[in-house]
């Protein structure tokens, strides 16, 4: 039967949200892995019974589970996140270096092809890579051994690599983000890296042009255009049409942009949504007004989408990872706040409700479209 | 046998109810009882100490016999009523966070 499952990461656990094709009832089931952060998870587009989520908690560190059956039941497999060869150092706030420690895991991006691979962004910022689901990772370290890794710092909420893009049209092109380091592309499928921030200015660091420092929250693709990528910066949103080669900057008519998600449309690549925060000290919508902004231009000329939404006294955050769309005909899009609600719309934005209002804060939702 | 108490998060990880019974070949000390706990849960692996230094994790205490022994050397001999199976080896998370 055609449907949804929307995958629910919060600071408390795991919630997975089915409906069918009407988007109208919706089945809960949760909290999975109960009392831990789940920073979090996300299903194989090969077989979409295949789920990974990070599981995490400041006792007792990083868990990845697995689950074969669409998340009805779960197993931790491998949990070991050794850097490759000499940790090395990089940048630290105070300008000294820091030995490179594992964290946690932000990211879980598995294979467009193989329901076996997948990738895990980490923080301190690493990309690694399972092959056999999950059960063991290895690093793929060229990217932290790029030459500017020693410059890399972490940004407020640590250093993490958060955003994995892969090319449907090519398996050897990767595209992450870092904060705060900023983008990196490989086209060898991640042998060797280099940053794709030409164009971006950060009034934060000190030369707001460097080839590294950027303090990247997102990136967004649409599968049938590959090289067009869209990004939300700290302050900015950005696009790219030469895949990361260039951007340019997009924000138009934003009441601000700064913010963290942004997603494109299932079947119209030039619309794509965005959710303006006030400020990076200030983590909450303008005006007290939780709204959604859309672009059907690709950028520049922006709609607020309001309807469903509150718009008076709301004061939550939606996370980088808190926003995502099904591919059902009239697209859905949907993402969860730190307030704990879920909002749905089911016809591009233009009206939303809550799936639900009291989840534990939201991390990340991820969408998987079931036929 | 050696008794070691879990907190909950980790029994259910473990998928145990109440405490561990395990077998400690050799010297009674930290190394050895963890190892003895992650050999037989292997899912437990990483979440006490670190997987490659071996370091306990900051907010994970080790308590016996009413004494805190989290910063203890890890082939410190653990008091003999733990060695005996008179008292078990708690591993605690720690309060913190608020």
Redo the contacts between chains.
């Keep these: 039967m055609t449907g949804v499952r929307v995958l629910v990461g919060t600071r408390k656990g795991a919630f997975v949200l089915s409906s069918n094709a009407k988007r109208e009832r919706w089945d809960i089931s949760g909290p999975h892995f109960a009392g831990w952060q789940i920073y979090h998870l996300k299903g194989s587009p090969a077989d979409p019974n295949r789920l990974y989520a990070s599981q995490s908690s400041g006792w007792f560190g990083q868990l990845i589970q697995r689950s074969n059956d669409g998340g009805k039941t779960w197993e931790a497999v491998g949990n070991k996140f050794a850097y490759d060869g000499i940790a090395g150092t990089h940048q630290w706030y105070d300008g000294t270096q820091h030995p490179w420690e594992f964290a946690r895991v932000w990211h879980l991006e598995p294979s467009l092809t193989d329901p076996d691979t997948v990738y895990a962004g980490v923080e301190d910022a690493a990309l690694f890579r399972s092959t056999d689901g999950g059960s063991t990772w290895k690093e793929l370290s060229g990217l932290r051994g790029h030459n500017s890794g020693p410059r890399w710092q972490p940004g407020a909420g640590g250093m993490c690599l958060h955003t994995i893009v892969l090319d449907p049209s090519n398996p050897e092109r990767i595209f992450v983000a870092i904060s705060a380091a900023g983008a990196f592309r490989t086209d060898d499928a991640g042998k060797t890296w280099r940053p794709i921030n030409r164009g971006l200015r950060s009034q934060g660091i000190p030369d707001p042009n460097a080839e590294v420092g950027h303090c990247v929250h997102r990136i967004a693709m649409h599968p049938s255009r590959p090289g067009v990528l869209f990004m939300q910066k700290h302050w900015d949103v950005m696009r790219s049409d030469d895949a990361g080669d260039s951007w340019r900057e997009v924000s138009g008519n934003l009441p601000t942009d700064f913010g963290f998600p942004v997603a494109v449309h299932a079947h119209e690549p030039e619309t794509v949504y965005v959710v303006p925060i006030k400020s990076d000290s200030e983590h909450y919508p303008p005006d007290g007004k939780l709204r959604v902004y859309r672009s059907r231009t690709g950028g520049t000329e922006w709609e607020a989408l309001t309807k469903g939404l509150p718009q008076s006294d709301c004061y939550v955050n939606v996370l980088r990872d808190a926003m995502d769309i099904d591919s059902l005909d009239s697209c859905g899009v949907y993402f969860g706040t730190t307030g704990g609600q879920v909002y749905a719309s089911v016809d591009s934005g233009d009206s939303w409700a809550p799936i639900v209002r009291d989840l534990p804060a939201v991390l990340s939702v991820e969408v998987q479209t079931l036929t | 046998m050696i008794r070691v108490v879990l ?1 909950t ?2 029994r259910t ?1 473990a998928r145990v109810d109440g405490e561990l019974q395990l077998r400690v070949d050799g010297p009674v000390t930290q190394r050895s009882v963890l190892d003895a706990v992650e050999a037989n849960f292997p ?1 437990l ?4 100490r ?3 230094t071996h370091r306990r ?1 900051s ?2 205490r080790f308590y016996a016999c009413e004494q805190d022994l989290s910063h203890e050397v890890p082939d410190a001999p653990l008091p003999d009523a733990v060695a005996t199976g008179d008292e078990p080896f708690l591993v605690v ?2 309060m ?2 608020g």
């Excluded at chain 2, 692996?45 to 006490?48: E, K, R």
């Design positions: 907190p998060h980790l990880l899912v692996s990483g979440t006490i670190d997987h490659v994790r907010f994970v998370g720690a913190a966070g």
